[in-house]
């Protein structure tokens, strides 16, 4: 099954949690495990993060998310001045920032990014989604009464 949206939303972390819900409750309806769903949303929560902390001077942003060949791919634009680089290491001490990275390629097969430095970046994420086969089960059978 495939399934594609895009959501363009106010830099502001009020955003944050409607993207949580919509490929949550997507994931969730296709029989996606639920540990599969808590790491796509926790990529997808820093990486939103990141695009309403460091995206300005825009006053948007916008994610987009494809799902289809057994993966979940979701890309967060912004177009605010790009990312200076990319942290290779947790910061050393009690820093509250600069982890949200390492964390994202912590729980996705893949991450990327395209930065235009002054126009903005893009990350890119993707994960090979596990199936809830109890889930996917019952649905076959509700499918069968039908």
């Known amino acids: 099954?495939?399934?594609?949206?895009?959501?363009?939303?106010?830099?502001?972390?009020?955003?944050?949690?409607?993207?949580?819900?919509?490929?949550?409750?997507?994931?969730?309806?296709?029989?996606?495990?639920?540990?599969?769903?808590?790491?796509?949303?926790?990529?997808?929560?820093?990486a939103c993060a990141n695009a309403v902390r460091h995206g300005g001077p825009a006053k948007r942003y916008e994610v987009c998310a494809a799902i289809g060949d057994g993966r979940c791919e979701l890309r967060v634009v912004d177009?605010?001045?790009?990312?200076?680089?990319?942290?290779?290491?947790?910061?050393?001490?009690?820093?509250?920032?600069?982890?949200?990275?390492?964390?994202?390629?912590?729980?996705?097969?893949?991450?990327?990014?395209?930065?235009?430095p002054g126009s903005g970046t893009t990350v890119f994420l993707r994960k090979e989604l596990a199936w809830d086969e109890e889930f996917l089960a019952h649905h076959d059978r509700e499918l069968a009464a039908v």
């Open 79 to 116: 177009r605010g001045l790009g990312l200076g680089a990319i942290p290779r290491q947790y910061p050393a001490g009690d820093s509250e920032h600069g982890r949200g990275i390492l964390i994202m390629q912590s729980v996705v097969d893949e991450l990327s990014f395209h930065i235009t």
């Open 1 to 46: 099954m495939d399934i594609e949206f895009s959501l363009a939303l106010p830099r502001d972390a009020i955003g944050i949690p409607m993207v949580r819900r919509v490929l949550g409750d997507t994931l969730r309806c296709l029989g996606v495990t639920e540990d599969c769903v808590s790491d796509m949303l926790l990529a997808t929560s820093e």
